[in-house]
Nanobody, 113 residues
Framework: QVQLVESGGGLVQPGGSLRLSCAASGGTLSRFAMNWYRQAPGKEREWVAGITSAGDSKKYGDPVKGRFTISRDNAKNTVYLQMNSLKPEDTAVYIC??????WGQGTQVTVSS
């Protein structure tokens, strides 16, 4: 079973940027698509972005299109989420997922002035 650990979250002002990382242990990510989700307090978990196993195709949920970029470095067994032009409504716990399988524990992102 692959275990995922997210990092890079924190408190930022509106308009700021963060880069999240999702590092895997106990297995390789190279043959799997990867996804980022987020969950705000009292709300359902929401899909944010996905990337194919080779990193050649990327998709985004409408709320983050044009602002977030998903990428991966299979040699480092890591997936990233670059978040720019952050808005208060982006505040959530961001969670990494291997395909439709294992979830990470999440990292908190808070966007507030």
């Amino acid at each position: 079973q692959v275990q995922l650990v997210e990092s890079g979250g924190g408190l930022v002002q509106p308009g700021g940027s963060l880069r999240l990382s999702c590092a895997a242990s106990g297995g390789t990510l190279s043959r799997f698509a990867m996804n980022w989700y987020r969950q705000a307090p009292g709300k359902e978990r929401e899909w944010v972005a996905g990337i194919t196993s080779a990193g050649d195709s990327k998709k985004y949920g409408d709320p983050v299109k044009g602002r977030f970029t998903i990428s991966r470095d299979n040699a480092k067994n890591t997936v990233y989420l670059q978040m720019n032009s952050l808005k208060p409504e982006d505040t959530a716990v961001y969670i990494c997922r291997v395909g439709f399988g294992s979830w990470g524990q999440g990292t908190q992102v808070t966007v507030s002035s």
